[in-house]
């Protein structure tokens, strides 16, 4: 299954899912990304910089921290009154990160699960 098909799997098969897409966390680029509506380029680049920002930046750096943590942030959570945003990379792949944008009734646990599954055989793969 290729990585289209497996965030299209991924946002089909989760109720609640809005948006899944693939993050270059190094450049900060949506590589590609499942939504039954074509998203504008700007709310990508907003979903990007959110990831870089909770994985990587200072928020990431402040969260580490305060909890002690000496590896890099792995996974992060943000909401709002009108969505969840889950974002989450690998230590196979640490640029690679995906992002999934839900309502706020979605069952973020079985999301996660499959998510982490999805990253993980994404980021196995030769790209």
Known sequence: MNIMDQLNDLRVSTPGCILVAF???SSAIVLCASSAIKQPQERLDSISANAVSLLTG???ETVS???GAETPTAEAVA???QNIQ???RTSQEMNDAL???CSIDVDCT???HRARNVLKSISATPQ
């Open 58 to 60: 200072k928020t990431s």
């Open 86 to 88: 889950i974002f989450l």
């Open 110 to 112: 079985a999301l996660m």
């Open 99 to 101: 992002c999934c944008i």
């Open 23 to 25: 993050t270059d966390i």
């Open 65 to 67: 921290s305060m909890i």
């Open 79 to 81: 909401l709002n009154d």
